[in-house]
């Protein structure tokens, strides 16, 4: 079946340098979604991508499709103590006719002051 | 103030005992959603429900029951015979695709 991949699966970075996490789909995605989990709470949605190529930016963070609509990126620019949490990606295929969503395994990110 | 909203947060039940977790939307969404997260993993998708009276099994369905009798409600049952069903238990709800989540219901079966 679908499998949705995340490298890396956790990074500690220091106040103020970048992040980058990955995401890769071995299928071809209809979309691809992106959620933040704080230490002990919810996923909480942040972006959907949807065209092939599609790049979008919410203030520090920059998240980019791949061409092939098979992966994706969330850069974040700059990180802050407020950035620390995990970041799932989730891509949705409509292979099944219901458009399931499959959540990748997520990367924690660590920010020390 | 629209949410979904599950309880209990915390949950203690002794092995083979059946426990009911509540989900509770009042968004008006009509596709509904659990999943299961399991420390260092991602979401799996147990059951979902895309319309009242109707609901479907994800990929982790076994040993879990729902039911959806009404729209704003989609209550998760873990049986007796899940092997393993100490975990972080979400329901979600969804609009034009990407999920809306409750809190989480933290269930440890002692």
């Known amino acids: 079946g679908q499998q949705v991949m995340q490298i890396p699966q956790y990074q500690h970075v220091q106040e103020g340098e970048d992040f980058t996490t990955y995401c890769n789909s071995s299928?071809?995605?209809?979309?691809i979604q992106w959620y933040k989990q704080r230490p002990g709470g919810h996923p909480v949605f942040l972006i959907q991508l949807v065209k092939s190529g599609e790049v979008k930016k919410q203030k520090r963070l920059t998240f980019q499709f791949g061409e092939a609509k098979k992966n994706s990126s969330l850069h974040i620019t700059a990180t802050q103590t407020t950035d620390v949490g995990t970041y799932f990606c989730a891509g949705m295929s409509s292979d099944t006719g219901f458009q399931k969503l499959v959540f990748g395994t997520g990367t924690r990110l660590l920010v020390s002051p | 103030d629209g949410g979904i909203t599950q309880s209990p947060k915390y949950l203690f039940r002794k092995e083979g005992q059946n426990v009911t977790l509540s989900c509770e939307q009042n968004?008006?969404?009509?596709?509904m959603y659990w999943y299961r997260q399991d420390p260092g993993q991602g979401l799996r998708l147990i059951y979902y429900?895309?319309?009242?009276?109707?609901?479907q099994k994800g990929d982790i369905a076994e040993g879990y029951s729902v039911s959806r009798e009404k729209k704003e409600s989609f209550p998760l049952t873990v049986t007796s015979a899940q092997k393993n069903p100490t975990a972080f238990y979400l329901c979600?709800?969804?609009?034009?695709?990407?999920?809306?989540f409750g809190p989480g219901t933290r269930l440890t079966v002692l």
């Open positions: 968004l008006n969404h009509d596709a």
């Open positions: 979600a709800s969804s609009l034009r695709g990407h999920r809306y």
């Open positions: 299928t071809t995605l209809s979309n």
């Open positions: 429900s895309q319309i009242v009276n109707d609901f």
